[in-house]
């Protein structure tokens, strides 16, 4: 059977912004390399889409190249729902 974890954070979101800044990538060429649509992550990076799968994330650190470790440092209020 198939997990996937949805991960509830809102500071994900702007991490994942951050991050994307750091790269200087736009929000058109990220949503791109996640094969998602802009509007998708534009709700992630502001905090309106508080569920992100944790494929995605994954998926967003490769795209980078940052590891999860990396990505969630300094997060003591993680919560990863099965």
């Given amino acids: 059977s198939k ?8 500071e994900i979101g702007f991490k994942i912004k951050k991050l994307r800044e750091e ?3 736009s929000q058109e060429q ?7 649509s802009q509007s998708k992550l534009s709700k992630i ?7 992100i799968e ?9 795209s980078i190249d940052v ?4 990505f ?3 997060k003591e209020t993680v919560d990863v729902n099965q």
């Fill in 3 to 10: 997990l996937i974890y949805i991960v509830e954070n809102i």
């Fill in 23 to 25: 790269k200087n990538l």
């Fill in 30 to 36: 990220l949503a791109n390399l996640l094969e998602i």
């Fill in 45 to 51: 990076e502001n905090g309106r889409l508080k569920k």
């Fill in 54 to 62: 944790m494929k995605l994330v994954l998926k967003f650190c490769k």
């Fill in 67 to 70: 590891s999860l470790d990396e």
């Fill in 72 to 74: 969630f440092e300094n």
